[in-house]
Each structure stands twice: as structure tokens, then as C-alpha cells.
């Protein structure tokens, strides 16, 4: 047991961290040892509260650990305490190949975290036009919102704008992504001084594609495409910790969590190279 758990390190690792048990730690190291602690975890049904092997595989973009352990039996949709899944850890760091054998498996690609994120609204945020393509695919809510910067919720089209994924915006344009609803969001960040910069540069490439001058709207725009935001969850802890990240322009940096508030991993979106 000794060694169980240190295969997957101290569920107590200071403020803020993400439990953690020999299952989540076997994820991140493939090989026949560690699957061979996955398989007997898996049987026993993990710890109460602790990470996902298939969580953790996923975000690392492990492909043979993500199929061996779902092979074994792991939850496709498994959530952490914020309520990001597989799928979604996998659409945020660009992991195409993962995402595409999550959805083959039947990964839900409408999925929530606790803060209405979807992971199109994550893919598009990573930079990674292929994970986009296939999430859009299966069925994926191009107008949906989610809790990631505003209050109000930001679509898969204002997050890929305001990280300057230009390829992004322009395939979810083409696949019927609101842009005005997408220009309102994105001057309702332009109010938020950390953000502004890269908010601005978002408005400018929307309105290649906006009838309206400048695209500036003084009320939100009614559109024909319905932006479904009436799920999104009444409250959360908006992702501060991300603001250097997103206002430095990154492009298609990656970040190392999905769904978190800033107190609970401080990485979330911000670390990753490129940003």
C-alpha cells in the first residue's frame, strides 16, 4: 500500500491542490507497473474525492494511458471538484488525438464544468483548430457560454478572438458562430483593464466579419442565433488567475487545468509555453 501511495504522491499537498491518489498518479506515468496499479484502483473503485487517472492521462495528452485505462473500466466522464471532465482537460492543452478517442468512445461534447465551460469554449482557447473541428463534429454548441472571464459568460467565439486564434474564429464563423454576440462579450471584457488590451484586438477581427460599423453595440445584440447561456450557473469564482496569460496575447499557448478558480490551481491557463 506503502507503495500505492507513492505512486500517486500526498493527497495533501498544501492550499489549494487538487487531491491526488495512486490511480491519478499511475495516469501519468504509463507503463506495464503502473497500469498494473490502475487496473487493482480501478477494481476498487478509487479514493472518495481524489483525481482522475483518466483525468490526469488526459490533460497530459497520453493517448495509450487514456485507452488502457478505459479499457479497465474508468469513467469516461469522470469530473474533478470543479467539474472538469476527461474531454475537457483534453480539448484545453490541444490534445487532439485524445479528444478524438474520448468522443469515439462517447464522451459527452456538450458537457459543463461547475462554471457552464464547455469543451468547445476550451478548445477554442487552445489554439487547436483540429480539436475544435472535431468537437464541432459531434454535435458540439458552437453559441453556447460559459463562466470563463465575464459574469455574463463568454462563447467559444469570444475566447478563441481574444486569444487572437484567428483560424479559430474564422472555422466557427463559418460554422454559424454568433459575432455579435461574440463583439458584446468581448466589450464587456474590454471594461476589465487586465484584459483590455487583448479584448480590443478581439473586436478588431470580429469586425472583419461584423455588417455593423465598428461593431460596437450600446445594448446586446438580438441575433438570429440563439446563445444558450440558461443553464450557466449562478455563481463562481471568475478566472483571474489567467488574466496575465490572456493579455499577453498569447496565441495558442496551453494551460494545465480546466475549469479551476485561480485559489485552486494557480497554473490554470497561464504556464504553458507559448503564453
Known sequence: MREMHNAG?????????IPASPLHGAGKRPGKRNLILATVFLFLGGLPGCGSALINAAKEGQTHA???LLERGANLEATDAYGGTPLMYAAENGHAAVVKLLLDKGANA?????????PLIYAAGSGNSECVNL???RGAKINVKGK???EAGDTPLS???LKGNTDIVK??????ADVKEAIFTLENTENHPRYAQAARRG??????????????SAQRPQSGARVEDDDLPAATHLDTGSVSAIASGGGAGRGNGAAHPPEANSGFLRSGPGW
Not at 470580429?206 to 455588417?211: A, D, E, H, M, R
Open 66 to 68: 487514456v485507452r488502457d
Open 148 to 150: 470563463w472571464i465575464t
Open 135 to 137: 468537437l464541432l463534429e
Open 9 to 17: 504522491g500526498s493527497a495533501l499537498q498544501g492550499p489549494g491542490a
Open 171 to 176: 472555422i466557427l464563423i463559418d460554422r454559424g
Open 159 to 161: 475566447i478563441a478572438a
Open 110 to 118: 456538450n458537457a459543463r464544468s461547475n462554471f457552464g465551460i464547455t
Open 203 to 216: 473586436i478588431q477581427e470580429l469586425n472583419k466579419y461584423s455588417p455593423r460599423p465598428e461593431g460596437r
